[in-house]
């Protein structure tokens, strides 16, 4: 069965209605169990778990710590192209808006992954509008190859392939994919991707279990925060990780937490969601979901970042542009969104040790399950059971 079979067998009013009527001593009773389950993690979304924030931050915190000691995983993003196809209301890559946009050649690739390797960065994430005709597979594929050696971990944040071409680039050296499902409401969707390949809610959907499917390491998952209420996007979001989770064990599930900001185009989020709910959202799903990657990026300011750090993360991004080319020649095309957190990566990483966290710029090499290694290791097991073991990178 797949997952979206899965979600529309679920009584997703009664769980939002569970998440929004809660009361203190359901809240109380869900903290009070020795381990989350779905039912208590529903209490842990309610208003009413809002006054508990700070006994589920020091829980959320205890877990994060045994499951991932004090490591933060810092990677960088590598926009590639925003030329795109689709007319998402809330993204400045709507094919609709005028703005310069560039797809960069592998030269000027490697001359961003260079400027970023030579800042430590050993982590990779690769991201582009919804262009085949522009960034194909092939290119994907080609410039993956080209990167590999420099970067142990690359990732991928594009438009969503089919299994065999995300097998393609599984073998050519990605290890990890992250694809928002920016709402989960279906009626919403449609009404925020008015045309383009993205308008298809289940195609998109999909997309993380065929990337997992193909042998991705590390698959990342989100919602938008702000286009839909974040309690119900919450639900479904823990309900697609949990899926994830059971269906494809040997994978590495990741959580985002992408706030709306400000972009080309104008659009307002008609839900907006303060801090004190963010903290809420990740603090209730680090204890529903233990083993599970909690990632924020730059879109978030410095103070917030470092304190949710303390807390739950294990994988920050740092120094961005979101902009094709924008490390060497900024201000050359259009970035996706405004970074709010514009700390170069030292400075970051500074403050994270002095914060008593451990800033990790590589816990990932493709050697780790290489035949090689596992031929000599004692108690050899096949390279996809080993996955299970790697670290979250």
Request: aromatic share 10%; net charge neutral; hydrophobic share 45%.
């Amino acid at each position: 069965m797949s997952f979206e079979a899965f979600l529309g067998r679920q009584p997703l009013a009664r769980y939002a209605q569970i998440a929004h009527s809660a009361t203190p001593r359901d809240v109380e009773s869900a903290l009070g169990r020795p381990t989350i389950d779905f039912d208590a993690f529903l209490a842990l979304l309610s208003p009413a778990a809002a006054t508990y924030l700070e006994p589920m931050a020091r829980r959320a915190q205890e877990i994060t710590r045994v499951r991932f000691g004090r490591v933060i995983q810092m990677y960088a993003p590598l926009y590639v192209s925003n030329v795109c196809s689709n007319g998402c209301l809330y993204c400045g890559f709507n094919r609709s808006n005028a703005v310069r946009r560039t797809t960069l050649r592998f030269d000027q690739a490697e001359g961003e992954a260079a400027i970023l390797h030579a800042r430590g960065f050993r982590s990779l994430l690769l991201v582009s509008g919804e262009a085949p005709q522009a960034v194909s597979v092939a290119y994907f594929e080609a410039l993956v190859r080209r990167l590999h050696g420099l970067f142990p971990s690359l990732s991928l944040e594009i438009y969503p392939l089919e299994t065999e071409e995300y097998a393609r680039l599984v073998e050519a050296g990605v290890d990890g994919l992250t694809l928002y499902q920016e709402t989960y409401d279906r009626a919403l969707y449609a009404r925020v991707h008015p045309f383009g390949r993205k308008a298809d809610y289940g195609w998109r959907l999909a997309g993380p279990e065929r990337g997992a499917a193909a042998g991705m390491r590390r698959v990342g998952i989100g919602a938008l925060l702000g286009l839909g209420p974040w309690r119900e996007e919450a639900v479904a979001l823990a309900l697609h990780a949990l899926w994830l989770q059971q269906e494809h064990w040997q994978t590495q599930v990741c959580v985002s937490f992408p706030r709306l900001r400000r972009a080309t185009g104008g659009f307002v989020p008609p839900f907006p969601v303060d801090d004190p709910s963010l903290v809420q959202l990740a603090c209730a799903l680090r204890l529903l979901l233990p083993d599970a990657g909690l990632v924020l990026s730059t879109r978030e300011a410095p103070a917030f970042r470092d304190g949710l750090a303390q807390i739950c993360l294990t994988h920050m991004s740092a120094g961005s542009c979101t902009e094709p080319g924008g490390y060497a020649h900024p201000g050359e095309a259009e970035g996706q969104f405004s970074v709010e957190d514009a700390r170069p990566a030292a400075e970051v990483a500074a403050r994270l040790l002095s914060l008593g966290l451990e800033p990790v710029w590589k816990d990932w090499d493709a050697a780790f399950v290489g035949e090689a290694f596992l031929a000599g290791a004692p108690g050899a097991v096949p390279a996809s059971s080993a996955r299970k073991e790697a670290p979250c990178g």
